[in-house]
């Protein structure tokens, strides 16, 4: 894949797991990937050292990209979805808005290349979750006949 794409580190976990020899430290990362255009995908690389979980997690969402239905700068309709504890709300909005939208929404639907949108996370704090369902979210919408 040679096209440009938008890389953001959404969430770096450390993990670690009690051996025989000790504790065998971790790093779980989630990256959210988008070309600006439309497409967009969510990653999670897990590794020893930052740098490999990162190139993993990227990898990862360049092979899982979705293409996303857009209106000019919005979504081309509301849509509310609830994944696990997560539940987002996604509305259009005029030109000009601009992207009202909390951290990990925002990541997504800033990778995508939506650029007026309103959005507002109800369920949970957790970032990952709200990835994975503004995701999920994106996905499920329908493109608009004229």
């Known amino acids: 894949m040679d096209e ?76 509310r979805i609830k994944l696990g504890a997560a539940k987002i709300l996604l509305k259009p909005a005029p030109p000009g808005t601009g992207i009202r939208a909390g951290g990990s929404v925002r990541a997504v639907v800033e990778a995508a290349g939506i650029k007026d949108i309103v959005s507002k996370i109800l369920g949970t704090d957790n970032k990952a979750s709200n990835v994975y369902a503004t995701f999920a979210a994106l996905q499920k919408l329908k493109e608009r006949r004229i």
């Open 4 to 79: 440009e794409f938008s890389e953001k580190v959404v969430q770096v976990n450390r993990v670690s797991k009690k051996t025989t020899g000790g504790n065998k430290i971790g790093f779980s990362i989630l990256v959210v990937v988008g070309d600006k255009k439309g497409k967009v995908g969510v990653g999670l690389g897990k590794a020893a050292d930052v740098a490999s979980a990162i190139r993993k997690a990227s990898s990862y969402a360049k092979k899982h990209m979705v293409k996303i239905p857009l209106v000019r700068t919005t979504i081309p309709h509301e849509i």
